[in-house]
């Protein structure tokens, strides 16, 4: 299923520009408060968002044949997704901006470094582009509301110690469950025109917990249980890399950078589309976002990251890391005919090379030229396409994000890939909350 939006921007143009307001005394302020940014601007969309049923309710957004109902609705224009938009050729744009122009848009921690997934945020929230004040504050924010409950920590020790890392997220989400103040207005009996508030504020709170409990999952699970503060000095991403216990520089950087690019890819996806999904039957945000992470744990949607790290060491198991062109196509063309697809290649919309993967590329480029992984991947990108196609059945046989991002967090030392698909879901909170 894919985003009505293209159709409904025809119907009538985008919500007003917030910027500026005139505070005490008429001095003009920027508001550099996320809340009240959405405050000055939901009222303006709710009416909008009446006009548009009024104006295009009857409109039709077009056919639907039964290959598209058999392929999981496929193309089907059937969604309001507000936060980004996927083109089949191009790639993400979030709220219109492309992966390149965040890269230089958005505001970073560092001159010239990578963008900080608060500013994103923003952006998602609110669809300005924000200013490095404003990214700031949302950093406070996020930063102030961070302290997960001891119950959650309880329910990740008592777990099976078995038990995988996307499903350790889904328990502490569910955990936190108990606090959500959307379900407790909704029992005191809001006003439907205010659900938005107490929806923002479980927003906020999850999406500043997430990256406390990801490290704690990660610790426990790989090292020995010994937890690590959050650094009041760092900013969101960086501090999740530096609580699972990475602080060199560039991993700090490379955190940022992942958790700004994977966070949406409108709502078709089956993450989105699941969290979409729940929450129209009001569930609150930790019950809708953890019906979006069983999704994403899934190996044809962000396990895939998870799987490429672990088929990349089956060829390096095999031919060691010398692998050259030829025995690269062996091992390809065997894992077609053992009945598995290439993970990392292919996509359900996108018919090019991933954006997102050209900027991880880009990413390793920089930073880790000579890494052998990186080396392999790019041998992959030369190898598996030309394959794909002969298949004859492929639609898309270019690299999507999961084929590199396993090679980023190798470099910095974090290796166990089972916990991968966690740090894709902790940057997924960020679309998928703002879209509710
Ligand atoms: N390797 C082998 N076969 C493939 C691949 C691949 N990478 N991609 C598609 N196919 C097959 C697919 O299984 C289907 O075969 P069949 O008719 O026998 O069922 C045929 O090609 C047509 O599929 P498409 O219409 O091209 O793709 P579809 O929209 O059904 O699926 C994916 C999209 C992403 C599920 C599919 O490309 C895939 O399984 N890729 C590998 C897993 C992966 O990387 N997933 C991550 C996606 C991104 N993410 O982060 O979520
Ligand atoms: C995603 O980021 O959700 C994936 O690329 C899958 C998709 O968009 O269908």
Same mark, same amino acid.
């Given at each position: ?24 005394? $008429? ?15 939901? /009222? ?27 392929? $999981?609705?496929?193309?089907? /224009? ?28 958005? /505001? ?44 959650? !920590? ?43 508030? /107490?929806? !923002? ?77 729940? $929450? ?8 809708? !976002? ?128 089972? !916990? ?17």
């Amino acid at each position: 299923m894919r985003s009505a939006k293209r159709l409904l921007q025809q119907c009538r143009p985008l919500g007003t520009q917030l910027e500026e307001v005139v505070g005490l005394g $008429g001095v003009r302020t920027m508001i550099t408060d996320l809340k009240a940014a959405m405050a000055a601007k939901i /009222p303006k969309e709710q009416e909008r968002l009446r006009e548009l049923r009024k104006e295009c309710g009857p409109k039709a957004l077009g056919a639907c044949t039964v290959e598209q109902a058999i392929g $999981g609705m496929r193309g089907i /224009p059937a969604m309001l997704w507000e936060t980004s938009l996927l083109d089949p050729e191009e790639g993400i744009r979030f709220r219109g901006h492309t992966i390149p122009e965040l890269e230089e848009k958005l /505001p970073s921690a560092k001159e010239g470094g990578e963008p900080i997934p608060e500013g994103l945020l923003w952006l998602l929230m609110t669809g300005e582009m924000p200013t490095v004040d404003q990214a700031k504050a949302v950093t406070e924010l996020l930063r102030e509301r961070s302290k997960v409950p001891d119950h959650v !920590f309880k329910v990740l020790r008592d777990l099976h110690p078995n038990t995988h890392p996307m499903t350790q997220l889904c328990q502490a989400v569910l955990a936190l469950q108990v606090d959500s103040k959307f379900a407790a207005d909704y029992r005191a009996g809001i006003h439907k025109s205010k659900y938005w508030e /107490p929806v !923002f504020e479980d927003s906020i709170n999850l999406i500043a917990k997430l990256p406390t409990i990801a490290a704690a999952i990660y610790r426990n699970t790989y090292k020995g249980g010994e937890l690590i503060e959050a650094d009041p000095k760092l900013d969101w991403a960086a501090n999740l890399s530096h609580m699972m216990g990475y602080d060199d520089e560039g991993c700090l950087e490379m955190m940022r950078l992942y958790q700004t690019i994977h966070a949406d890819h409108e709502g078709g996806n089956v993450s989105a589309h699941a969290t979409h999904l729940v $929450g129209s039957a009001l569930s609150d945000p930790y019950l809708s !976002f953890t019906a979006g992470m069983t999704g994403l744990a899934g190996p044809l949607h962000g396990l895939a990251n998870q799987e490429v790290l672990r088929w990349l060491n089956e060829v390096r198991a095999e031919v060691g890391d010398n692998v050259t062109k030829e025995q690269m196509k062996e091992f390809v063309w065997a894992t077609l005919k053992s009945g598995k697809v290439v993970p990392g290649f292919g996509h359900a919309v996108l018919r090019k090379t991933d954006p997102r993967y050209t900027c991880q590329a880009g990413f390793a480029a920089r930073n880790m030229p000579d890494y052998p992984l990186y080396k392999l991947v790019a041998l992959l990108y030369d190898v598996v396409p030309d394959i794909l196609i002969q298949t004859g059945k492929v639609k898309n046989p270019w690299p999507n994000v999961d084929a590199h991002s396993g090679v980023l967090l190798q470099y910095y030392g974090i290796t166990e890939e089972n !916990f991968y698909t966690v740090l894709f879901g902790v940057s997924r909170a960020l679309g998928v909350l703002s879209q509710g």
